[in-house]
């Protein structure tokens, strides 16, 4: 999804739109064999949240899945769904009149978004495809296996961390005032007695974090 319009007030951050979009077809993980990712990404902030989901998920799925959506951004006024025949149903639409929130569509012939909007939303989705596409699936020594599904949190730090170029700023500077700390710039290299298990998962996010940013970097020079 995209958030589609935002301003500033004096109580704070106020989101005004959303552009809802899904990427199907990803290789299952997880227990429940996730398949699909829900995105929503701010339209001035560019601030992304990715939610693991099934391609087969009914329009209740989506709608519960969406309360996750409402604790990041709160009710939005507007949403444009991208190509998602879910949000069509009578469900989604009665919602959004209960809420008082308007609910546009765009498609190739009939387009709600703008350009800019159009290729942030084909650059997230290649980025999310090629985050995936590695086969995410990290078994540490322990026998701990780790799927995309659980790990795509790094790619949204990851992406909330880097300057955007048509902005100038990070995503978190321009939602929040301020850049989420690193753990590049925290990590303790003077310690010796480490737990063999913070040693692994440290190994384990090592590893995500430099292809969440390989990902983000490839699907960039991909869209140039």
């Known amino acids: 999804m995209t958030t589609d319009g935002a301003i500033n007030s004096p109580k704070g951050f106020i989101v005004l739109s959303l552009t809802g979009f899904s990427v199907t077809d990803l290789p299952p ?6 398949d699909a990712c829900l995105g929503i990404v701010g ?17 209740m799925d989506t709608a519960l899945l969406w309360s996750r959506v409402i604790s990041h951004t709160g009710l939005f006024k507007n949403m444009i769904s991208y190509r998602d025949p879910k949000f069509k149903s009578s469900l989604w639409t009665n919602l959004h009149r209960l809420f008082g929130t308007k609910l546009s569509f765009s ?11 159009e290729r942030i939303i084909q650059n997230l989705e ?13 078994k540490d020594s322990n026998g701990s296996t780790h ?21 100038g700023q990070t995503p978190a500077m321009l939602e929040k005032g301020w850049n989420p700390r690193l753990p590049a710039d925290t990590l303790r290299k003077d310690l010796i007695d480490i737990h063999p298990t913070a040693s692994r998962f440290k190994l384990m996010l090592d590893k995500v974090k430099h ?10 020079e991909y869209a140039k």
């Open 29 to 34: 993980s997880g227990d429940k064999s996730y």
């Open 107 to 117: 498609t190739p012939y009939y387009p709600q978004t703008d350009g800019l909007a």
């Open 126 to 138: 290649d980025m999310i495809r090629r985050f995936c596409a590695y086969g995410l699936e990290f």
């Open 147 to 167: 799927f995309w599904c659980t790990l795509i949190a790094v790619l949204i730090f990851e992406y909330k961390a880097s300057v955007h170029s048509s902005t």
């Open 211 to 220: 292809h969440a940013k390989q990902s983000i970097n490839d699907a960039i």
């Open 43 to 59: 339209r001035y902030s560019r601030t992304p949240i990715f939610l693991p989901c099934r391609k087969d998920d009914t329009a």
